[in-house]
């Protein structure tokens, strides 16, 4: 069975850290791109931040540049995200997915999310 398995959210104080991990079973991430998204309660879903199947090329949503770090290990099958100085406006449920190609072709695998919460 090809999943995406997110795990390290939580709950965490204003300024806190975070690190989210997505791991692959059934098949490798090697050849994909991996995105992190995020949704809030009454919103749309964001992208957050991707990383090319290489590693060697990442982007990041203007609300986290400088706060969130996303890297992978391909001989782990997963990919991280970082997530530094933690505001409440974090607070959502994230995903990761992985497209076969760039950050920005279409995501075929998504994971079922992990809660972030983080409190003022």
């Known amino acids: 069975q090809l999943q995406l398995v997110e795990s390290g959210g939580g709950l965490v104080q204003l300024g806190g850290s975070l690190r989210l991990s997505c791991a692959a079973s059934g098949f490798t991430l090697d050849y994909y791109a991996i995105g992190w998204f995020r949704q809030a309660p009454g919103k749309e879903r964001e992208g957050v931040s991707c990383?090319?199947?290489?590693?060697?090329?990442?982007n990041y949503a203007d609300s986290v540049k400088g706060r969130f770090t996303i890297s992978r290990d391909n001989a782990k099958n997963t990919v991280y995200l970082q997530m530094n100085s933690l505001k409440p406006e974090d607070t959502a449920v994230y995903y990761c997915?992985?497209?076969?190609?760039?950050?920005?072709?279409?995501?075929?695998?998504w994971g079922q999310g992990t809660q972030v919460t983080v409190s003022s």
């Open positions: 990383i090319s199947s290489s590693g060697g090329s990442t």
């Open positions: 997915a992985a497209a076969p190609g760039t950050c920005w072709d279409e995501y075929d695998y």
